[in-house]
C-alpha cells in the first residue's frame, strides 16, 4: 500500500527553523516528482517547494525562495524541507504529495497521486 508519512512539524519561534520529513513506503520515490504544499486556515492550498525526479531539479514559491530547500534522500526513500528564517505566515499544515512525473509543478493540470497526513507547523512567539 503506497503510503507518505511527514514529520517534523511543531511550535517554533519567528526567525527558527524546521526541517520536515516526507517518508514514502510501498512505492519508489525516485521515479516520482515530490511537492510540498500548506494549507492555513481559511486559505487555499499552495504550493511551497518541489523537487523533480529525473533531475532534482527544484522550484519553490516566491514566498519561500531563499528561506526553504527541498532535498531528497532516494535510499532512505525521503525528501526533507529545510524551513529557515521561519516567518508566522509559515503558519499552516504541510503536505508532502508524489506524483508520476520527471518534473514537478505546482500547475493545477498536476495530479499528484499520493498525499501524506500533513504536519502542523506554527511559527509564533
Known amino acids: 500500500q503506497p503510503r507518505l508519512v511527514e514529520s517534523g512539524g511543531g511550535l517554533v519561534q519567528p526567525g527558527g527553523s524546521l526541517t520536515l520529513s516526507c517518508a514514502a513506503s510501498?512505492?519508489?520515490?525516485?521515479?516520482?516528482?515530490i511537492a510540498w504544499f500548506r494549507q492555513a486556515p481559511g486559505k487555499e492550498r499552495e504550493g511551497v517547494s518541489c523537487?523533480?525526479?529525473?533531475?532534482?531539479?527544484?522550484n519553490h514559491a516566491d514566498s519561500v525562495k531563499g528561506r526553504f530547500t527541498i532535498s531528497r534522500d532516494n535510499a532512505k526513500n525521503t525528501v526533507y524541507l529545510q524551513m529557515n528564517s521561519l516567518k508566522p505566515e509559515d503558519t499552516a499544515v504541510y503536505y508532502c504529495?508524489?506524483?508520476?512525473?520527471?518534473?514537478?509543478?505546482?500547475?493545477?493540470?498536476?495530479?499528484?497521486?499520493?498525499w501524506g497526513q500533513g504536519t502542523q507547523v506554527t511559527v509564533s512567539s
Open positions: 504529495a508524489a506524483g508520476d512525473y520527471y518534473y514537478c509543478s505546482f500547475d493545477s493540470r498536476y495530479t499528484y497521486h499520493y
Open positions: 510501498g512505492f519508489p520515490l525516485d521515479n516520482y516528482a
Open positions: 523537487i523533480s525526479s529525473i533531475d532534482a531539479n527544484t
